[in-house]
């Protein structure tokens, strides 16, 4: 049996991952991760040196490569756009690094890569193009890994993630624990719309992880293709506050910044239904929140 390769192995979804893959009975010898600091249990191979990671991993035979590390948005920074150049340079290092390519290969991109849709339901055939530089980086990614797995016959999972919110999210900024986190201290809840009529379609986290897992370790699935993983249904920005007061209990009031337009999000989930439908779980909106409205005020988010 091959081992697993995963990447951005201290980031909000390969902790996760980590989790699930132990509860799945997968051993902790089986999975080498490419990580800038050890965790305990695993093999951690530094990617520091292009020459030291073909190093580390000749010889091993890879059933798969899960490539979630990544620079990701949280926040406006001066130097952003270099740092996501840096995603295409870490991508271009990992296959490089690979002498042995493996059986298949799971690349973690986003729903960035799509270009504006009016509103329109948005699936895996839509035109894809945008001037934001995180998409830009994830699309440039995808170019070159369909390139690079067609030449070596890899099987290439490309798993364009949506919002993902749930349990680890505090450290990104994302729109679900901003509004918790507010909520529990009773802060004015913040929307930048007029009205917050503006649709998101948010997925929770341990349903992305299932995903990821079935793509991993279900030889039953093809994976070969780009499926969005994104939530069954949309929500509007002002119903996620209400149901966040609502759960929370909270005194908090919505108030309607005003000054970003309205713009909605809405993605189909049909193809990532269709593969992974019989054995991953949906989780509903109120039941994510209130898992993610729990955990806040276990850690002790709220001030």
């Known amino acids: 049996m091959g081992k697993l390769l995963i990447t951005g192995a201290h980031g909000f979804v390969a902790s996760r991952l980590l989790d699930a893959l132990k509860m799945k009975g997968v051993s902790n010898d089986r999975i080498i991760l490419l990580s800038s600091k050890p965790i305990h249990?695993?093999?951690c191979v530094d990617y520091s040196s292009q020459k030291l990671l073909s190093s580390a991993l000749d010889g091993n035979d890879l059933d798969c490569v899960v490539h979630l590390g990544a620079f990701t948005p949280k926040g406006i920074c001066d130097d952003r756009i270099v740092n996501y150049i840096k995603n295409i340079e870490s991508t271009s290092f990992l296959i490089e690094a690979l002498a042995q390519p493996p059986k298949k290969f799971i690349f973690s991109s986003s729903i960035s890569v799509y270009a504006p849709s009016n509103g329109e339901m948005i699936t895996e055939d839509s035109l894809v193009g945008t001037d934001d530089p995180y998409g830009m980086s994830k699309l440039f990614c995808e170019k070159m890994l369909?390139?690079?797995?067609?030449?070596?016959?890899?099987?290439?999972c490309i798993l364009r993630?949506?919002?993902v919110y749930g349990p680890g999210e505090e450290n990104y900024r994302k729109i679900t624990g901003t509004f918790i986190e507010r909520a529990?201290?009773?802060e004015p809840i913040m929307i930048r719309s007029s009205n917050g009529s503006e649709r998101r379609n948010l997925v929770y986290i341990d349903d992305v992880v299932e995903c990821i897992v079935e793509s991993m370790l279900n030889k039953d699935i093809d994976i070969n293709g780009i499926v969005n993983i994104v939530g069954d249904c949309e929500i509007s920005v002002n119903n996620l506050a209400e149901m966040i007061i609502d759960i929370s209990?909270?005194?908090?009031?919505?108030v309607y910044e005003g000054g970003m337009p309205?713009?909605?999000?809405?993605?189909?989930?049909?193809?990532m239904n269709e593969?992974?439908?019989d054995v991953v779980k949906r989780t509903g909106y109120d039941e994510g929140v209130?898992?993610?409205?729990q955990y806040y005020k276990t850690k002790g988010h709220n001030k």
Request: proline share 0%.
């Open 262 to 271: 309205s713009r909605d999000d809405c993605f189909a989930s049909c193809r």
């Open 184 to 186: 529990l201290n009773g």
């Open 275 to 277: 593969l992974y439908g």
């Open 290 to 293: 209130r898992k993610l409205v």
């Open 146 to 156: 369909k390139e690079w797995a067609s030449a070596f016959n890899v099987d290439l």
């Open 41 to 43: 249990g695993y093999t």
């Open 161 to 163: 993630l949506g919002a």
């Open 249 to 254: 209990r909270s005194s908090s009031i919505i």
